[in-house]
């Protein structure tokens, strides 16, 4: 039998950057986000409804659901409290210039809207106030 002879072309090397240097800055784009976009971005995946984080910070910032126009990102909004950690929705509400006073009020009219208790908020927040 013969032998078979394959030909492979060469393959073809980014001349940009290497690839350890590609990934440090995609982590750092990452990690330099913002905790209202982090949020917005989480919240918006996975329905159709968008909520921009303009919306969370005008609702962090007042303490109130009200304070948003559209019901779809209301109804986001209030769910941020059992999504996310405490520590990343005060630092949400700092960039947007509220306070835990402010995003705990935004809390309870979560709960008076049927939303479910989030233990770890309360604790935090009974550390706090």
Partial sequence: MGTVRVMFRPRR???VVPVRLRRRAFF???FDMSALSMLSGHLSVSTAAR???GQIA???ETGH???I???HARALVAGVFSEHDPDL???ATSEAGGTPATANALYLESL???MPCCPGWEHLMREIL
Avoid: K, M, T, Y
């Fill in 58 to 60: 005008v609702a962090l």
């Fill in 51 to 53: 909520v921009s984080a």
């Fill in 112 to 114: 008076a809207d049927g």
């Fill in 69 to 71: 126009g559209d019901s």
């Fill in 13 to 15: 090397q980014s001349p």
């Fill in 28 to 30: 750092e784009g990452v």
């Fill in 65 to 67: 659901l009200s304070a």
């Fill in 89 to 91: 929705i005060l630092r």
